[in-house]
């Protein structure tokens, strides 16, 4: 039991830090106004701000090459996955 | 005193400029470490630059010194506006920023001096390490009395994980570096592996992450100009995450004589940690969906998409990689550091360099120096990460498999040689990118405009905005 107090411990006191923390909030009404929360992070600071989207070849370079990095990925994984499995049923 | 200069966001706008310089260096280590890789003896025995002390010092100075930085001067400004009221204390938040930079030069320069802890991303000796808490401490201390003194009763999602950064990271910094023990910062045996991987793995998911995903929570909703898709499961999100994220750290120790308890808890933790990420992830998804133009002309916005879809594949492959099976070809090789970079670099990194330019100029009240100088570093970055993951990804892969097959280490150092010379040559990105973002960052603090924008800006605004 000693061998492991001080990892317990750490696990024990972020556990306890987050229940006091969730019970504050439940008391303080944090979770009541969800909808009105939703608006927290926009100001009226913003009204005065330019609102301009992209063009759409800037839109579609982006977005293609965000998707090639996505496609890489997958197939790396992909490839991962299929060693060990290959590795496993050989062994 | 200049030092401490109490000035609306000056705390926010020092941690900002700091991360940029330190983001430099970072990439210089990391460029030297690379070098190593490809030619062990080029840089001769030159005692301040061998792997063993550059490595960690790259891993740190990018840790805490880049990311941390900004995530922290990001937190400070978004604190302020959710909860719409400023900082508590402008000048203890420029003590901690001090502290907080003191203490990752004097790490750091002690590494170089060959003092180290030998712990992954605990190396920093016993000082540096108590000035660490010290910063977190007067940082929590600063958002705490803000947060209590605030106007607006509700706490927005990004508070509650600006919080939970704070105090998880002090506990697990606090127990991860075993400060009791100042000599060693370890404890003994098998119990302090599993002590340090739980430190390890919280550095990346208790401080990164949630600091990433409060920039990314604040900022998404004020590119696309609309409100949160829904709070409930933001807060949904931020709960499971602080159930599920603290006890997992086990999955780096896989291969260990761990209990199996603890790996079978690691394991299916890891698994269930798709569904805080997928919250987040579904939740901005939604807010962004049809405004996604907004997203690609906001050099902010860019980033920190970029960033989430990085974050998307990091937790993606996380969980593949905790499975036992799959360790047996991707551990101890470099198909971790690919998913390192892609965590630390790729989610947190470019997250936080997007609060960076998003913040920075509502900050100073001036446009970015150049968003032309910007937007290089963004392609720089972008390429430059791909690359690297593709690399690191296939060379671990090539590692792996020889492993399997019985190969001995030294046989396959060979084989992945090429993969270390891309890998150091694509490292010349990321420094191109640091080099750049920081001469960006630099004139846009001093509140400098790039005479062509200006010009532009003027034609198109009539005045600059
Ligand atoms: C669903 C979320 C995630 C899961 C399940 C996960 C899982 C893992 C696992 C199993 C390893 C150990 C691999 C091995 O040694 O074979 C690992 C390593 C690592 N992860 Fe993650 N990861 C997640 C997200 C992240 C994020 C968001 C970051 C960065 C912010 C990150 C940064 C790292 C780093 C730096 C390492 C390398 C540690 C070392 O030096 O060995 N991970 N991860």
């Known amino acids: ?91 | 005193m200049q030092l401490l200069k109490v000035e609306t966001n000056g705390t926010a706008k020092l941690f900002l400029l700091g991360s940029a310089l330190w983001f430099v260096l970072g990439t210089l280590e990391g460029l030297v470490c690379a070098t190593h890789m490809v030619a062990p003896d080029l840089l001769g025995g030159i005692s301040w630059l061998v792997f063993g002390r550059i490595r960690p010092m790259h891993t740190t100075t990018m840790i805490f010194g880049f990311v941390g930085s900004a995530l922290l001067g990001c937190a400070c400004y978004i604190m302020q506006e959710v909860l719409r009221t400023p900082l508590w204390s402008e000048r203890l938040g420029k003590v901690s920023l001090w502290v907080w930079n003191l203490s990752i030069a004097l790490g750091l320069i002690t590494l170089d001096l060959g003092y180290s802890q030998g712990r992954e991303y605990a190396e920093w000796i016993w000082p540096a390490d108590i000035g660490i808490l010290l910063a977190f401490a007067l940082i929590f201390v600063n958002c705490l009395q803000t947060a209590i003194n605030r106007r607006e009763k509700i706490m927005y999602v990004s508070s509650w994980y600006i919080f939970a950064a704070l105090i998880y990271t002090w506990l697990i910094y606090f127990f991860g570096n075993a400060v009791w023990n100042p000599a060693t910062g370890a404890i003994f045996g098998m119990p302090d592996a599993i002590l340090a991987w739980f430190y390890g793995h919280g550095i990346v998911g208790l401080f990164l992450t949630p600091l990433a995903v409060a920039i990314a929570y604040f900022v998404v909703p004020r590119v696309a100009r609309a409100p949160l898709h829904s709070h409930t499961l933001s807060l949904i999100g931020f709960w499971t995450i602080l159930i599920i994220y603290t006890h997992i750290g086990t999955h780096h120790l896989l291969q260990t004589p761990v209990p199996t308890w603890l790996k079978v808890l690691a394991v299916t933790g890891s698994i269930a940690m798709i569904i805080p990420v997928m919250t987040v992830l579904g939740n901005l998804w939604l807010t962004m969906r049809g405004r996604l133009g907004f997203f690609h002309q906001d050099i902010g916005g860019r980033f920190v998409m970029a960033g989430l879809l990085w974050y998307i594949l990091t937790c993606l492959q996380g969980p593949i990689q905790a499975l036992p099976v799959v360790q047996k070809v991707t551990h101890l090789n470099n198909w971790v550091i690919a998913h390192s970079h892609m965590g630390v670099f790729g989610f947190a990194g470019t997250i936080a360099l997007g609060g960076l330019y998003y913040i920075l100029p509502r900050i100073t009240g001036k446009p970015i120096y150049s968003i032309r100088l910007a937007d290089v570093q963004y392609w720089l970055l972008l390429l430059g990460m791909s690359g690297f993951f593709a690399v690191l990804t296939a060379g671990g892969l090539v590692q792996g498999n020889s492993w399997l097959n019985g190969e001995t280490v030294y046989r396959t150092v060979p084989m992945v040689h090429v993969y270390f010379i891309v890998r150091a040559a694509v490292g010349l990105l990321f420094v191109g990118g640091a080099l750049i973002g920081a001469y960006n960052i630099v004139r846009t603090v001093r509140g400098d405009q790039a005479p062509a924008e200006e010009r532009m800006r003027l034609q198109v605004y009539g005045e600059t905005p």
């Open chain 1, 1 to 91: 039991m000693n061998y492991y107090a001080g990892w317990l411990f750490l696990v024990v006191a972020s556990l306890l830090v987050s229940i006091a923390a969730f019970i504050w909030g439940l008391r303080s009404g944090q979770f009541a106004d969800q909808d009105r929360a939703r608006y927290l992070p926009l100001s009226k600071d913003l009204l005065d701000e330019p609102l301009v989207a992209a063009g759409s070849r800037k839109r579609k370079t982006n977005a293609a090459v965000l998707l090639l990095i996505v496609l890489m990925a997958l197939a790396a994984f992909a490839a991962a996955l299929l060693m060990s499995i290959k590795d496993h049923q050989i062994g």
